[in-house]
């Protein structure tokens, strides 16, 4: 074990000093390049839209910052949302540049530093340990502050502190920026809670299977648990890289009746099929092909009664490893033979994006153009999604890494971070506003329309159907946003 941890840290090291002289030598005139060109991107779009405004005329909003140095955009349909975002949340128009010579100007060590590093976080996690329908295990993990006073987490079911809901990636990684996002949820009075798939962060692997890429079934139990425990809070649900697949599936399957207010994906992998297809850059994969045969060969012995082990250990590529799990006769999936076995069919039932007609919360996603994990941008990121759909905003940034966004003065709280919390605050104060709204005119209306008797009677029937709503969780979600307008 400890030969294979040198190892992977020799391999970093080079990859570090490797990406450093990329970016200190000749690679150094090709950012500046890319700089002016960006400066002169944003001049125009200043010029024509003005900071801070979508564009009237556009099915994209792209908002550039006063900073000459460095652009972040938001992408999205114009709508009544949108600009509410774009006047209440700082964050979304103005990104801290990076010195050419830093390194948070290369994104490779901005990955490892978000995926690696000590996160310093003086934070304890509480477990619970969740049965779903097939006996299978998972667990939830409730982050408290790490005083001698929080031994046990104390929430009470009353308590109206809204609920951060955290998925980490797909192999149960919990990165420092998992550990930083729960850090800074707790500061803003959240009560973060990060979701563990069965077998990850130690959870106990009762019944020989695994969740499959997009399968949001135990996802599914788990939020309608977490509402249990707190009836009178909001959820707001944050997925990290890879585990943006099985959030953005649970959305599209569950739609309005999905328990969250409001979704961010945090570097998320949109074109899953050819992202395992194709890969990343050769040292992220191997990385993470590395660290999921380390988690799964804790089952070598239980998993040997389904499938191959041999072939699953020797795979050499992440596709080859899925196909290994869930797309072979007798695999973990439990899928009937033939064509429903095929890399193809198992797709078309995980594309996080099968459903997305179907979403109907607001969902930030957060990338930058130079993350090495998911890819070129112009291929991965499916811009017509935030083109045409109202539900879904995109933050682009210029530079950021995979689930980085580290900038020089950023302070406790990285940039993405604090970019998702305030969406979330301006999504809940946007709702509010227009509850409040829409209650003045119908209050107006009963008023000129019934006089104080109708507005008695009307009293009365409210009273009964606000006793059948505390009796049905689903019809909380039953009110008619015009955000999308």
Not at 223 to 234: D, F, I, K, S
Request: aromatic residues 10%; contains cysteine; charged residues 20%.
């Amino acid at each position: 074990m400890l030969g294979w941890f040198g190892a992977l840290c020799i391999l970093v090291l080079l990859a570090s000093l490797w990406s450093a002289s990329r970016y200190l030598g000749s690679g150094s005139r090709f950012f500046a390049l890319m700089c002016r060109l960006q400066r002169s991107i944003s001049r125009r779009q200043l010029q024509e839209n003005g900071p801070g405004r979508c564009a009237p005329d556009r099915t994209t909003s792209t908002v550039a910052t006063r900073n000459e140095k460095e652009t972040v955009s938001l992408i999205c349909k114009p709508s009544a949302l949108a600009n509410h975002l774009l006047k209440h949340c700082a964050t979304f128009c103005a990104f801290p540049a990076v010195p050419a010579w830093s390194w948070r100007a290369s994104p490779l060590l901005q990955t490892v530093f978000a995926a690696c590093w000590p996160g310093g976080c003086a934070i304890r996690f509480v477990r619970d340990h969740l049965q779903m329908s097939d006996d299978g295990l998972v667990s939830l993990d409730w982050a408290v502050a790490g005083t001698a006073h929080h031994k046990r987490r104390r929430t009470s079911s009353n308590s109206n502190s809204p609920v951060l809901l955290i998925i980490p990636n797909s192999f149960g990684k919990i990165t420092r920026s998992v550990l930083k996002l729960c850090e800074a949820g707790l500061n803003h009075g959240y009560l973060p809670v990060v979701f563990n798939r069965r077998s990850h962060n130690g959870t106990p692997l009762s019944t020989l299977k695994l969740q499959q890429f997009g399968d949001p079934a135990d996802l599914r139990e788990a939020v309608r648990y977490v509402r249990y425990r707190q009836p009178a809070g909001r959820i707001y649900a944050v997925s990290e890289s890879t585990g943006s697949g099985l959030l953005l599936s649970y959305l599209g399957e569950c739609g309005s009746s999905c328990y969250i207010t409001a979704a961010a994906c945090l570097s998320p992998v949109f074109r899953c099929q050819s992202w395992f297809e194709s890969g990343s850059s050769r040292f992220c994969h191997w990385a993470m092909l590395l660290y999921q045969k380390f988690c799964l060969s804790r089952y070598r012995t239980a998993l040997g009664e389904l499938l191959h082990t041999d072939n699953l250990f020797s795979s050499c590529s992440l596709r080859a490893l899925e196909e290994a799990l869930f797309c072979h006769q007798g695999a973990l999936a439990g899928s009937a033979a033939g064509h429903e076995n095929s890399w193809e069919a198992y797709w078309e039932r995980n594309d996080p994006l099968r459903d997305v007609d179907e979403v109907a919360v607001p969902v930030l996603c957060v990338c930058s153009r130079d993350d090495p994990v998911r890819g070129d941008t112009r291929i991965t990121l499916p811009l017509e999604l935030f083109a045409n759909n109202p539900h879904f905003f995109l933050l682009l940034t210029g530079h950021g890494g995979h689930c980085g966004f580290s900038t020089p003065d950023e302070g406790a709280t990285p940039w993405g971070h604090r970019a998702l919390l305030e969406f979330f605050r301006g999504t809940a104060d946007f709702f509010a506003a227009e509850e409040r709204a829409k209650l003045a005119v119908r209050r107006r209306g009963l008023t000129a329309v019934g006089g104080p008797k109708g507005f008695r009677h009307r009293s009365g029937s409210t009273c009964k159907r606000l006793s059948a709503y505390s009796r049905n969780m689903q019809s909380i979600f039953s009110w008619q946003r015009s955000y999308t307008r």
